[in-house]
């Protein structure tokens, strides 16, 4: 079966600009989570989605926002974008149940200049 | 935060077994220990996962403490293609990632 499929791959933005990241979960997953990758940081938990609801949340300003739809694809969006939002973004889907394991996307690189 | 503390590098001979430690002393009783690698900035790949009795599948085996305060990660037989960071993971249903360790399988 299909695995979790990111879009774009790629992004170059400008400072100040918005961005919209999409994530296609693996079918019949209804938990996808974002996460932030930097050299820096590592990765980084930014939030989870369950069933169209935001379950978890990491530590991340309000400029980081997400959503899922009825079909579990997600999306998430950074508005005012700052140089250090540079990163690989990444996804993960899971059955969002305990004792299942997620499976991740090859990420979108954003890159902000 | 991560619950965990891993050893930031470790080297291992291709061909011998590669052991990953990791602490994490305060588990809770309803959270899984689950580990994954990463290789150069692709996704991360789920390994293996348990909460309390080892487990082992065709990628590696598992060992939790009777405590549950550690466990540990074999990779039986390691190749250069097991050349990752390797993050050990407590979770009851959200993921929180730490440093991880840089195994690096030597030829």
């Known amino acids: 079966k299909a695995g979790v499929t990111q879009t774009p791959r790629y992004l170059i933005k400008t400072r100040g600009q918005q961005v919209t990241l999409s994530c296609s979960p693996i079918s019949g997953h209804r938990s996808v989570s974002w996460y932030q990758q930097t050299p820096g940081q590592g990765l980084q938990f930014l939030f989870e989605y369950f069933s169209e609801t935001q379950r978890n949340k990491g530590n991340f300003p309000g400029r980081f926002s997400g959503r899922q739809f009825s079909n579990s694809r997600s999306e998430m969006n950074v508005s005012t974008l700052e140089l250090g939002d540079s990163a690989l973004y990444l996804c993960?889907?899971?059955?969002?149940?305990?004792?299942?394991?997620?499976?991740f996307g090859q990420g979108t690189r954003l890159t902000v200049v | 935060d991560a619950k965990t503390t891993q050893p930031p590098s470790m080297d291992c001979a291709e061909g011998r077994a590669a052991n990953l430690p990791c602490n994490h002393s305060?588990?809770?009783?309803?959270?899984?220990v689950y580990w994954y690698r990463q290789i150069h900035s692709q996704g991360p790949q789920y390994i293996i996962h348990g909460l309390k009795n080892n487990e082992t599948n065709e990628m590696a085996s598992l060992i939790i403490t009777e405590d549950r305060k550690s466990s540990t990660l074999i990779l039986p037989h390691a190749t250069l293609r097991d050349t990752a960071v390797y993050y050990c993971i407590v979770s009851f249903n959200d993921m929180r990632f730490g440093a991880g360790t840089r195994l690096t399988v030597k030829p």
């Open positions: 305060t588990i809770s009783g309803n959270e899984y």
């Open positions: 993960a889907s899971s059955l969002g149940t305990v004792n299942t394991e997620a499976f």
